[in-house]
């Protein structure tokens, strides 16, 4: 049976005993173009494997041989005939006739390598238009760079990005627009050179790396590609005109390398569309400043994420019936080790911009939710806690699961955690955003509208959401003793929440005189300076201990 089994199967298996075949199968020996007879006692790896490899197949044996469990490899097998073909073996150690030895398989893998070829081809260019992508344009350039610093040339590096590209995606369908992209790539590799190379980064930009370049020269181009542009498209019966905005870079003047020539040009080229499109413009240094900072923070907000430099401070929210504090608000720092500590203020807006507020605020809504369930199981009494959620974070696919995720890895009950929305946040697209507040309020989440007042709500809608308090924005709060416009704005909302059932918490109270107004007009809750800055875990522990407003 075993016998009929091995010869049956569609892969090679040996046996192999003091470094030599002591059984192989019919399809091991098609493999190599030997018989058994020639190979069994006659002939071990070291026969059929390339020299080069000789070492590592004589420690694989002695390996086997000692009882060593094997792992997959790849060798190069040679045939009778002297030609070559990938392998893949396994090795495992056995016994045969009471002395050690080891059973192996070996798989003919040409086919796949081949495969793997065809693929690494096809990454080295653009599908859609055939033209190299970034992976190649990045090979070619180092080989365009190595004989610009020999040589002491320059390379322009244009940024082409076509106008309005949106609006035939939108009108006449992706496949249109994909079919002008076709087109433009045809008319574009009229213009360059045999040694230029024209790659396309995807969507509608595209890019040349043209070695021997100055600026005059490529000055010369950049019109011959905007004139390119000026005899209208023929795709698909419609006859469509676009135009190019163009930046431009040179080496070694914008940059040394080409991520930084690519950035320098995409900067030119989005200076070129604020005044006018359809034309080109070159990189100076100065256009690069206004950005340099955004672009630094970016960088040192991705380090932060990884170094763990954010930390969570919390403030309390007082009932204003009892003094008791029913509640606080998790509010992110970022301790710079070089600057210190960082207010959300100066890099939320970054965060948000660069599409880092999703890992950001996963981390926080994490880290809430751990601290709170901390301070319960140190006896202390439940609290909500409260957090603010990104406008960009909320909308993002899975925000419900990511919130689920948070309780259940922090035990947390899902009714003493708060989530703050922005009004604004909310009223974007309400229908869509009504059923995920609707998802996270059947979880049992309690839910917020943050800086109430500040933007535009629909009543209609506010009934409509399961929205359980409403925050007075502060900007109310500031002069609600001296300013009746404010004091009216804010007895108004607390009006509005009574009458909709929810509770409201005004936020900024700085003063007793606010206190006592706020008090006046039914506010239910209250957060400011007045009662606490915000302050650690553990600052926040020893004030929940030692509850100071109770009835004060």
């Known amino acids: 049976m075993f016998r009929t089994t091995m010869e049956a199967a569609q892969v090679g298996i040996f046996v192999l005993q003091d470094q030599h075949f002591k059984y192989v199968n019919p399809y091991l020996t098609r493999l190599f173009g030997y018989s058994a007879d020639e190979m069994v006692d006659r002939m071990g790896p070291l026969d059929v494997v390339a020299a080069g490899q000789h070492a590592f197949i004589v420690e694989q044996m002695q390996a086997r041989a000692a009882g060593v469990s094997g792992h997959h490899y790849e060798i190069t097998a040679i045939r009778k005939n002297g030609s070559e073909f990938p392998a893949m073996i396994y090795g495992s150690p056995s016994v045969f006739d009471g002395r ?61 990005d076509l106008d309005h590209f949106k609006r035939v995606n939108d009108s006449l369908g992706h496949s249109v627009g994909d079919e002008l992209l076709v087109e433009v790539a045809r008319r574009l590799d009229t213009v360059v050179r045999r040694i230029d190379t024209v790659a396309r980064l995807g969507g509608d930009e595209f890019i040349f790396a043209m070695p021997g370049f100055h600026t005059a020269a490529a000055a010369e181009v950049a019109r011959r590609l905007i004139d390119v542009f000026a005899r209208p498209f023929e795709v698909a019966g419609h006859e469509l005109t676009v135009t190019p905005s163009l930046g431009i870079s040179i080496y070694p003047h914008d940059g040394q390398d080409l991520e930084t020539l690519l950035k320098n040009a995409d900067t030119a080229m989005y200076r070129a569309k604020e005044i006018g499109r359809n034309t080109f413009q070159f990189y100076a240094t100065e256009m690069n400043t206004a950005t340099l900072d955004r672009l630094l923070m970016e960088s040192n907000l991705r380090r932060a994420l990884v170094q763990k430099e954010f930390i969570l401070q919390y403030q309390p929210l007082v009932n204003l019936r009892t003094g008791v504090i029913v509640g606080v608000e998790a509010l992110i720092r970022w301790q710079h080790p070089e600057l210190g500590t960082i207010m959300p203020d100066s890099f939320i807006h970054v965060a948000e911009e660069t599409g880092l507020i999703n890992p950001i605020g996963d981390w926080v809504l994490c880290e809430a939710c751990r601290q709170a369930k901390a301070w319960c199981d140190e006896g202390l009494p439940s609290l909500v806690m409260a957090v603010n959620v990104a406008p960009v974070q909320f909308r993002q696919p899975g925000f419900v699961e990511m919130v689920a995720g948070a309780l259940a890895a922090s035990g947390l009950e899902a009714s003493l955690l708060e989530l703050e929305l922005t009004e604004r946040t909310v009223m974007h697209d309400a229908d869509i955003n009504l059923g995920t507040l609707s998802a996270l309020h059947r979880m049992g989440v309690e839910l917020s509208l943050d800086d109430f007042g500040t933007g535009y709500s629909s009543l209609a809608y506010l009934k409509r959401f399961p929205v359980g308090k409403l925050k007075i924005d502060r900007s109310f709060v500031n002069d609600l003793e001296t300013d009746p416009d404010d004091w009216a704005i804010a007895s108004t909302i607390v009006s509005m929440g009574r009458s909709l059932r929810m509770t409201v918490l005004a936020e900024g109270v700085e003063t007793g005189e606010q206190l006592v107004q706020l008090r006046k007009m039914g506010c239910d809750m209250a957060q400011g300076y007045y009662f606490s800055r915000p302050t650690s875990a553990a600052g926040m522990a020893e004030i929940l201990r030692a509850q100071p407003f109770v009835n004060r």
């Open 100 to 160: 050690p030895a080891s059973v192996g398989t070996l798989l003919d893998i040409s086919s796949q390598k081949a495969a793997e070829q065809r693929i690494r081809e096809l990454a080295d260019y653009d599908v859609l238009t055939g033209l190299p992508n970034r992976r190649l344009l990045r090979e070619r350039f180092v080989q365009l760079l190595a004989a610009a610093e020999r040589d002491k040339t320059e390379i322009a590096v244009f940024f082409l």
